[in-house]
């Protein structure tokens, strides 16, 4: 293939690419999986120049990503920083931008959450009589939100006090 040919589809690609990322935060795992997904037969020196130039053109910023990604996922389906790290360490972030998405979620935003869900869920369910297994039930619904054991605790004896 020409080389005129590899880099118009190139640009074509970056061009798709470019309004991909405007829709809504992107981070350079995902960019990759969509170029591959879109047989796109661009070579990784290739996707990796793609990135960098949206890196540039700060349309990808890894930081912003994880920030976003966290803040979406806590306010909007009340995941806990637990699940939260997990999903982001599987789309390839750095520790030190996890670190930093998660420490800018509001620690008491976050037992507040985290109580309400449990609330809601000792309601539901109202016909475990047993209060041991009642708490048991309820640590392992919050523990699959990805919330820390030590806060879940203290959550259900301030719940249990009420």
């Known amino acids: 293939m020409s080389e005129a040919k590899k880099n118009d589809r190139e640009k074509n690609y970056l061009d798709y690419i470019r309004n ?63 699940k939260i790290r997990i999903m982001l360490k599987q789309k390839r972030i750095a520790d030190s931008i996890i670190r930093t998405a998660l420490e800018n979620i509001n620690e008491s935003e976050y037992t507040s959450v985290l109580r309400k869900i449990l609330e809601e869920k000792k309601r539901k369910l109202k016909a475990e ?27 259900l004896k301030t719940l249990n006090d009420d």
């Open 20 to 82: 991909w990322c405007a829709l809504q935060e992107r981070c350079a795992q995902e960019i990759k999986d969509k170029l591959v997904s879109l047989n796109s037969k661009l070579n990784q020196e290739q996707i990796s120049e793609i990135i960098s130039q949206l890196e540039k053109e700060n349309y990808l910023s890894e930081q912003r990503f994880a920030m976003a990604y966290g803040s979406g996922k806590f306010r909007i389906k009340k995941w806990g920083k637990i």
């Open 129 to 155: 009589k047993n209060p041991i297994l009642l708490n048991h039930k309820l640590i392992r619904f919050a523990q699959s939100r990805g919330y820390e054991t030590d806060i879940i605790m203290d959550c």
